[in-house]
């Protein structure tokens, strides 16, 4: 059914995914039937690694694939779930460690602040907000004011995300405006009083409205129109941080992002030193299968050299080194025609992304060393600034 203004049963934003809870009992019984694993070692398993350090819960245990007997039980061990990979991210930047957390968790400000100094990154023409504003961007704070944007003084196609949240939930490609009507990056068409209102009522808080990117043709060519973004995570190791590791974000066919957890997404790795793609997968647990070609374009990912390589290396490390407090940082880099340009920036990057990109957990005996110099170095400047708040605190007693 399509939304007018009077009907806002369709809804434009893409909702987050369903919890997964406890497996049900026709998974449990199908790993046991074709992998010869009983339900007795399954719960043995999923008990074990629940209970250690890297917190993985029965629903990852199964979306991991871990239920394979192929897989050595201390390879297994190596594997985290969305807890245990914030716990690493915990260890490797220490709550009170950087001063510009809460900055860089403001995408408004992150990207103004990283535009200013020279990193190329995303146009932002208006921010829906019912609390903030944002100096000369213009803020717009009810559903008129919305629309007024929308029908006179939007440069389309604008790509819209809510401020505060990652994961794509919220998005939308606002391809153009007809009428009264507007039209999706996927073909969808809505009222323009309905979507108004939908995000105001939704996302009021904060959501920005961006001008939408071109690719480059080489990649649209292989995925389509829609942004797959390279997921570039960069590490403090040492004095300075350098890329760690990378992954495509391959966005499905009937996609406006490229989150994994929409059904159709792709995923890949990609080698660091050279930027090629490697073998990309589709599907989690039991639906997990590799995929050589895309099924729209049918080109192949094993061995495609992404554009502009060094430049994004470079670039990502260059940002990450203006917040050295932190000790890990996820960033999303689009490929333009033009070069390479930073999306955003995660403080909390999800390693589970690495570990279904490069089918080994992020705990393994190559980056293991790497995360444990880095939260060893972090214990070091956290140490350091303890002191220094002493001596302060010491001298103005003093005094």
């Known amino acids: 059914m399509t939304a007018t203004a009077t009907n806002t049963e369709t809804k434009a934003l893409l909702e987050p995914p369903k919890f997964q809870g406890a497996p049900k009992a026709e998974k449990i019984v199908t790993v046991a039937r074709q992998y010869g694993v009983s339900p007795l070692r399954q719960w043995r398993e999923m008990t074990a690694l629940w209970l250690g350090k890297t917190r993985i819960p029965t629903h990852e245990y199964y979306n991991f694939g871990l239920y394979d007997p192929a897989i050595p039980m201390e390879e297994k061990k190596q594997y985290v779930g969305i807890k245990g990979s914030w716990l690493i991210n915990k260890e490797l930047t220490p709550k009170t460690l950087p001063w510009a957390r809460g900055f860089v968790g403001n995408k408004v400000m992150f990207t103004s602040l990283i535009d200013r100094l020279g990193f190329r990154t995303t ?176 080109r192949a990912f094993a061995g495609f050299a992404l554009p502009f390589w060094d430049e994004a290396r470079r670039m990502a490390t260059e940002a990450h080194a203006l917040f050295p407090e932190f000790g890990v940082i996820g960033w999303d880099v689009a490929f333009t025609e033009e070069g390479p340009l930073l999306i955003e920036c995660n403080d909390n990057p999800f390693h589970t992304l690495y570990q279904m990109a490069f089918r080994r957990g992020i705990w393994n005996d190559d980056t293991r060393p790497v995360l444990e110099r880095t939260i060893a170095r972090s214990k070091v400047m956290m140490d350091e600034k303890k002191a220094v708040r002493k001596r302060r605190e010491d001298k103005r007693k003093r005094n």
């Open 123 to 298: 146009e932002t023409q208006a921010v829906v907000s019912t609390r903030s504003r944002f100096g000369a961007i213009p803020t717009l704070d009810t559903p008129e004011a919305l629309e007024h944007f929308l029908r006179h003084d939007a440069r389309y196609p604008l790509f819209g995300k809510p401020s505060n949240y990652s994961g794509s939930f919220g998005s939308a490609l606002i391809d153009r405006l007809e009428g009264d009507e507007i039209v999706l990056g996927d073909d969808r068409r809505l009222g323009l009083d309905a979507f108004c209102r939908e995000i105001i009522a939704e996302y009021g808080e904060g959501y920005l409205l961006q001008s939408a990117i071109e690719q480059n043709r080489a990649m649209t060519e292989m995925v389509g129109r829609a942004i797959g973004t390279i997921r570039l995570v960069t590490i403090r190791d040492g004095a300075m941080p350098r890329p760690f590791y990378a992954l495509w974000k391959i966005p499905s066919p009937k996609a406006m992002s490229d989150n994994f957890w929409q059904d159709g997404s792709m995923i890949a790795p990609v080698e660091m030193e050279t930027g090629q793609v490697g073998q990309a997968w589709i599907g989690t647990g039991l639906d997990a299968r590799s995929i050589d070609s895309h099924p729209v374009s049918g």
